[in-house]
C-alpha cells in the first residue's frame, strides 16, 4: 500500500472517529451526570437527519438544515426529558433501558408515520462538495474534511465548556455528587433537562452531517448507538475525554482493521477465503479491541475506579 | 344455545362454506413497514391493481405484514394455510424468509408465487412443482451484469458487496458471465454505512469498471459518498440499488449508472404502457421494478384461475407453467424450474424533466434461463 492510500486511510478513520465523538458526547455526558442509559439516542440522531432532510428540501439550503437539526433534536430532548426521562433517574438501569427502547419504537413508527418509508434526501452543499487536493497530492472529499473540522470544534467546545463555564462546574459537581448540588441552591431539574438537550443536539448535528452522505431513513440510528456505546465503555463511561479517544480508537480500528486484515490474510491463504476472512474478523476488530482494553482498565480508560 | 338456533347456525355455516368453495384466497405475506418497506409496498400496489383491474369479486387477497423478521412470516404463513385456508401464496421479497416459509408451504399442498426472492436453492435441488418464481432467480441480474461489462470493453473490474449469503451470489454470478480480470474482491459488513475505506481502495485499485451489490440504504449510501469522492471509474450495479423508489434518495449522483434490469418503465410493450399509466394514475407515482413484479404476478395468476380452481391442482399448475398472460416485460416463459427465461436490460439512470428515472439503452442477455435449472428434478 502506497503512502497516500494510507495517509487517505488514516483520514477516512480519523473523520469516522470524530463522528462516532459527537454521538458518543452525548451519551456519556448524559451517563455520567444523570446515571441514565439512554438507548433513545440514535432515534435523536434520525430526528436531527430527518429534520435536516425536511428543512433543506423546504428552504434549499445546508446550513439552515443543519440548525433545524441542531434545534429539533435540542426540543425534542427537552421535551422528552420532562415528560419521559425525568422519572427514570431514580429507577434502576433495567427500567431505564426499556423506557428508553419504547422511545425507540414510539419515535421509529412516527417518524414513519410523518415521512413515510421512503429514504429522504439530503445533499451536500456545493462549496463542499466533490474533492480537492492535499499536500501530496492526495484526494479528498472536502465534505469529509467538513465533518472532522466540525468534529474537532465540539470536542473544543465541550472541553472549553466542562472546564471554564460555571455550567461546566455544575455539570462536573452533578457527576461527582448529585444530592450535594441540589442542597447548595442549584436548580438541578433545570441542569439535566439542559444537558439532555446538549447531549441530544449534538446526536442531531451527528445525525445531520451523516445524513448528507448516508441515506436518511427510518432506523439508521441504531447502528451508530451500538458503536457510541463501545466508544463510551472504552473510554470510560463519563468521561468526555474518554469519550474522544475511545471514538477515534474505534474508528481508526475499524477502517484500517477493513482495508488491511483482508490484505494480511492475502499473505498466507488464497484470495477469496482471505477477503472473507479478513471481512468477517475486520467487523470484529472494534469490540476485540474493546475485549482487550476493558481486560486490563475494567472501567476503561479515563473511567474512575468502580 | 337452544337446539334449534344451534341447528339453523350449523346450516348457515354450511351453507357459507358451500358458497366460497369456489372463491379463492390469496395469502400475501410482505414486508410493509421496517427496513425495506418500500419493496413490499410496492409490490402489494402493484398486485392489487391488477386483481382491482380484473374486477373479479370471487377472489380475496388477506395482506400480511412481515417486518422483515423470518419468524413472524412463518407464523402468518402456518395461520393462513391452517385457519384461512388460503390456495395461493404469495408476497415475500427477502431470500432469507423465503426459505423459511417457502418449502413447508408448498409442502402442504399451496402454491406459491415468488414476486421477488429467488434463492439458488429453490430454483435448482430445492425446486417443487407448485413453487412459481415470477421475478428472476436472485443470480440473474447479476449475470447480466457481467454480460454488460463484456459487452462494454471493461477487462479490470473491482467487485464489491455485503459479506452474506446472497452478496457472496451476486459477486459469483457476476463472475460466471465475465471474462476479464478482477483487480479486487471486497466483502463489506451487512448494514455498513460508510465506504469511505472501501472508495479510497477502489481509487487506488487501477480498476476500469466497479461491479457493486449493495441493496437499500446500504447502496444510497455508497453511490453518494462515490460521487463525492470524485472517482471517475464507471459503476455498474444490478436495479436495485438504482430502482425508482430509490432513486431520490440517491439523487444526481446516480446519473449515467449502468443498471440491469428485467423490465424499466420505458419498455414499449402494450401492457407496460398501460401498466405504468394504470399506476401512476392510481397511486401518483412512477412504478418501480417491484411493483412490475406484483403486477406480473397478479395477472399469471388471475390467468391461471381463468383455465382452473387451484382445487384442481393439475390443471391449474399445467395453467401457471403456460404463463399465458400479457406481461408486463414483453415475452415471458418458465423454464423447467419454473423459473422465468426472459430478456435482462441495461438501463442507464436519466433525469426526465425533474424526475431521476431509468431509460434503457440495450439489452444484456436474451432469453436468459437461471443456471440451477439442471439441478431440478421436479
Redesign the interface.
Known amino acids: 500500500m502506497s503512502a497516500a492510500l494510507l495517509i487517505e486511510q488514516l483520514l477516512n478513520g480519523l473523520q469516522f472517529g470524530v463522528m462516532l465523538f459527537v454521538m458518543a458526547a452525548g451519551l456519556t455526558l448524559i451517563f455520567g451526570v444523570m446515571g441514565l442509559i439512554n438507548l433513545a439516542h440514535g432515534s435523536l440522531y434520525m430526528i436531527g437527519a430527518f429534520a435536516a432532510a425536511g428543512a433543506a428540501a423546504y428552504t434549499g439550503s445546508f446550513w439552515l438544515a443543519l440548525v433545524a437539526a441542531l434545534m429539533a433534536a435540542a426540543i425534542v430532548g427537552a421535551i422528552v426529558e420532562m415528560v419521559v426521562i425525568r422519572r427514570l433517574y431514580d429507577r434502576d438501569h433495567l427500567d431505564q433501558v426499556l423506557a428508553t427502547f419504547a422511545l425507540i419504537l414510539i419515535f421509529s413508527e412516527g417518524t414513519r408515520f410523518v415521512f413515510g418509508s421512503l429514504p429522504l434526501y439530503l445533499d451536500t452543499p456545493s462549496v463542499l462538495s466533490g474533492p480537492t487536493t492535499l499536500p501530496g497530492g492526495i484526494e479528498y472529499s472536502k465534505y469529509r474534511l467538513f465533518i472532522i473540522a466540525v468534529g474537532l470544534a465540539v470536542g473544543a467546545g465541550l472541553y472549553g465548556l466542562i472546564a471554564r463555564t460555571r455550567l461546566g462546574i455544575q455539570i462536573r459537581a452533578g457527576e461527582a455528587d448529585r444530592e450535594m448540588i441540589a442542597a447548595l441552591g442549584v436548580d438541578i431539574r433545570k441542569l439535566y433537562t439542559l444537558v439532555f438537550a446538549l447531549g441530544a443536539a449534538l446526536a442531531g448535528l451527528a445525525g445531520a452531517m451523516i445524513g448528507a452522505i448516508q441515506a436518511v431513513e427510518v432506523g439508521m440510528g441504531e447502528p451508530v448507538l451500538i458503536l457510541a456505546f463501545v466508544v463510551i465503555v472504552i473510554g470510560g463511561i463519563g468521561s468526555i475525554k474518554g469519550a474522544f479517544v475511545g471514538a477515534l480508537l474505534v474508528g481508526l480500528t475499524d477502517t484500517l482493521g477493513r482495508v488491511l486484515l483482508p490484505q494480511v490474510f492475502g499473505l498466507v491463504m488464497d484470495a477469496s477465503s482471505a477477503t472473507t476472512v479478513g471481512a468477517s474478523l475486520a467487523s470484529m476488530s472494534i469490540y476485540i479491541l474493546m475485549a482487550g482494553i476493558l481486560l486490563f482498565k475494567p472501567s476503561g480508560l479515563f473511567g474512575g475506579t468502580p | 344455545m337452544t337446539f334449534k338456533t344451534f341447528a339453523i347456525a350449523g346450516l348457515m355455516a354450511s351453507t357459507a362454506s358451500m358458497a366460497v368453495a369456489q372463491d379463492v384466497r390469496i395469502g400475501m405475506i410482505t414486508t410493509l ?3 425495506g ?2 419493496l413490499g ?1 410496492d409490490v402489494r400496489d402493484g398486485f392489487m391493481l391488477a386483481i382491482d383491474q380484473a374486477g373479479r369479486d370471487d377472489i380475496e387477497v388477506i395482506i400480511e405484514d412481515d417486518e422483515r423478521a423470518p419468524d413472524r412470516a412463518v407464523q402468518q404463513a402456518d395461520r393462513m394455510i391452517q385457519s384461512d385456508d388460503v390456495d395461493i401464496m404469495t408476497g415475500i421479497i427477502w431470500s432469507n424468509l423465503a426459505m423459511a416459509v417457502i418449502p413447508s408451504a408448498t409442502a402442504q399442498g399451496v402454491f406459491y408465487l415468488s414476486p421477488n426472492a429467488g434463492p439458488s436453492q429453490l430454483a435448482g435441488r430445492g425446486c417443487h412443482e407448485n413453487y412459481f418464481n415470477v421475478a428472476w432467480q436472485n443470480d440473474n441480474l447479476h449475470e447480466a451484469a457481467g454480460a454488460y461489462a463484456n459487452t462494454a470493453g471493461y477487462t479490470n473490474s473491482f467487485i464489491l458487496a455485503p ?1 452474506y449469503p446472497a452478496g ?1 451470489d451476486a459477486l459469483t454470478g457476476y463472475q460466471r458471465m465475465y471474462e476479464g480480470d478482477v483487480a479486487s ?5 451487512l ?1 455498513q ?2 465506504y ?3 472508495i ?2 477502489i ?2 485499485s487501477g480498476a476500469d469498471s466497479v461491479y457493486f451489490f449493495l441493496p ?3 447502496g ?2 455508497f453511490v ?2 462515490y460521487a ?3 472517482v471517475d471509474i464507471p459503476l455498474i450495479g444490478p436495479a436495485f440499488s438504482f430502482d425508482q ?2 432513486l ?4 444526481e449522483a446516480a446519473l449515467g449508472v449502468r443498471n440491469t434490469s428485467q423490465w424499466s418503465h420505458d419498455l414499449d410493450n402494450p401492457a407496460n404502457v398501460a401498466f405504468v399509466e394504470a399506476f401512476q394514475a392510481e397511486y401518483d407515482r412512477l412504478p418501480s421494478l417491484y411493483a412490475s413484479q406484483g403486477f406480473d404476478t397478479a395477472n399469471l395468476i388471475l390467468s391461471a384461475l381463468d383455465v382452473a380452481h387451484p382445487d384442481d391442482a393439475d390443471a391449474f399448475r399445467e395453467a401457471l407453467r403456460a404463463a399465458n398472460f400479457d406481461s408486463t416485460r414483453g415475452d415471458f416463459a418458465f423454464g423447467p424450474n419454473h423459473h422465468p427465461i426472459q430478456d435482462i436490460y441495461v438501463r442507464e439512470v436519466v433525469m426526465e424533466g425533474d424526475v431521476l428515472t431509468n431509460a434503457i439503452v440495450g439489452t444484456a442477455l436474451e432469453d436468459h434461463a437461471d443456471a440451477y435449472a439442471g439441478e431440478c428434478n421436479m
Open positions: 413497514s421496517g427496513g418497506a418500500g409496498i459479506n457472496r474482491e471486497v466483502y463489506t459488513q448494514g454505512t460508510d469511505a475505506a472501501e479510497s481502495q481509487r487506488n437499500g440504504g446500504m444510497i449510501a453518494r459518498q463525492e469522492a470524485g423508489g430509490i431520490g434518495a440517491v439523487g
